[in-house]
């Protein structure tokens, strides 16, 4: 080894699904939306003129930011927004999570998680969900320098109710519970009226899932003032201009069109019920989903195996490796053409 080869930060990253360079892959592995984003958000974009690339886009964002203040009935410097939730994640756990004692996440939960405590070396501890796949409030319960909590949980689908969530938040006043509201739009009850009861919560949430954005990158943090004015000065320190010019117009107007984003979620939910009766027609094992996933084990199939067969056939599923997850497979919810397509192969696999 070279000597300064030991100078280097090392780091297991997080891997994210496979993004298929190819053509005709049905894709139901990163939870993306099937459906695209509002009109509104494309005539957005069509206005968005040349020559502004020239000059650097606003660092505060102030146009998304009030736009999203005003869509959640928050004051003024109560937003924060960033590129996708994953970097309002990261920041936040750089931000808040500042102490020797380890934060608490469960220990199957969003992957990145234990990524961004390494890569900042913040201890932590994994309290086991239940045999069930269920968070258990009182776990939480226990000494600790921060919580996270991915409510919907992933890639188990699970929600929790608000007042359990509150449990963990009212127990916890020392130290920031933050809430990873990715899936909430699904039909999870989120925390966000607690902002007004608690000061040391903070509600993370993106344009990836429900607003047909992923590929916009853009994530926001919702909380009291103090706690989004750290998360900026962090912000501030490391790089003012995260926000494009075209995220920062688009998401805004993603925001205008309420009726287009309810039929959208409407749609993706009567789907995702549906899907769930045909796997377990077919001998899964669902879990109850409030997200636009689903996570199922065949009773007598192996998840990998059925993980390589879909994916000989161009269809795209999440297998996630572990003991007690193994044998699931995340399903995205895409449209009904893409399940029709994913029965019928799962029909061939298993021999119906
Ligand atoms: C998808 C996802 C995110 C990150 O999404 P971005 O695209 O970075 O906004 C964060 N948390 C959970 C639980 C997710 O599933």
């Not at 009726?259 to 979620?265: A, G, H, V």
Request: proline share 6%; net charge negative; hydrophobic share 35%.
């Amino acid at each position: 080894m070279n000597k300064w080869e030991e100078n280097i930060r090392k780091v297991v990253p997080y891997v994210p699904g496979e993004q298929p360079q190819e053509s005709g892959v049905i894709k139901l592995n990163t939870n993306e939306n099937p459906y695209p984003p509002s009109p509104k958000v494309y005539e957005a974009h069509r206005k968005i003129e040349i020559d502004c690339y020239a000059l650097y886009p606003d660092p505060a964002a102030s146009e998304l930011v009030t736009a999203l203040e005003q869509y959640y009935g928050l004051e003024h410097g109560q937003v924060f927004v960033g590129v996708g939730s994953d970097d309002v994640l990261a920041l936040s756990f750089l931000t808040f999570f500042n102490s020797d004692k380890p934060i608490l996440f469960p220990d199957v939960t969003y992957s990145f998680y234990p990524v961004w405590a390494d890569v900042y070396r913040i201890p932590y501890e994994c309290p086991e969900l239940d045999e069930n796949f269920r968070i258990k409030p009182e776990d939480y319960r226990r000494e600790n320098g921060g919580i996270v909590i991915a409510n919907p949980n992933a890639p188990t689908s699970i929600g929790m109710k608000r007042s359990e969530v509150e449990e963990i938040i009212s127990s916890n006043p020392d130290v920031i519970v933050i809430v990873d509201e990715a899936y909430v739009d699904f039909g999870g009850e989120t925390v966000l009226p607690l902002l007004k009861k608690y000061e040391n919560l903070l509600v993370v949430r993106t344009y990836s899932k429900s607003r047909s954005m992923a590929g916009a990158r853009i994530g926001f943090a919702m909380g009291n003032k103090r706690l989004i004015q750290a998360l900026t000065d962090v912000k501030e320190s490391i790089n003012s201009y995260t926000m494009t010019m075209e995220s920062i117009r688009i998401g805004a107007a993603s925001l205008e069109d309420e009726d287009y984003f309810q039929r959208n979620l409407r749609k993706i939910v009567e789907t995702r019920e549906s899907a769930k009766k045909e796997l377990e027609k077919r001998g899964f094992a669902v879990l109850p989903s409030q997200t636009n996933f689903l996570f199922a084990a065949h009773q007598k199939a192996e998840g990998q195996y059925l993980f390589e067969e879909l994916r000989q056939r161009k269809i795209f599923v999440r297998h996630f490796n572990g003991e007690r997850i193994g044998n699931y497979l995340r399903i995205t919810v895409g449209t009904d053409e893409q399940m029709k397509r994913l029965f019928e192969a799962l029909d061939e696999i298993l021999g119906e």
